[in-house]
């Protein structure tokens, strides 16, 4: 892990987990992705408008999907951030 990820890594787990998965999770990987998908990638619309259900199903699944990723990129990132302690720890 680089110094600059470290110190990053550091005062972004202050901020707790939670925050964390709302901001990087749900806010700027879900949403996007809900976007994305079900408007751009995806036909939404039909001849009479709007797919409501589409985009209900949609959004439950990306907000869901954007709360696993938030979680695991927290674990992931813990991780990576308590081997660094351990490592810089017995280099001592």
């Known amino acids: 892990m680089k110094e600059k990820e470290f ?23 879900g949403v996007p992705m809900f976007i994305i998908m079900t408007f751009v990638a995806n036909d939404a619309f039909d001849d ?26 927290w674990f992931y990132s813990e991780r990576k951030y308590r081997k660094e302690i351990d490592k810089r720890t017995a280099a001592l």
């Open 48 to 73: 009479s408008g709007i797919i409501l259900s589409y985009v209900l199903i949609n959004a439950v699944a990306w907000t869901v999907g954007g709360l696993l990723f938030g979680i695991a990129t």
């Open 7 to 29: 110190s990053v890594w550091s005062e972004t787990r202050k901020k707790g987990k939670l925050k964390f998965t709302l901001v990087n999770g749900l806010l700027a990987w």
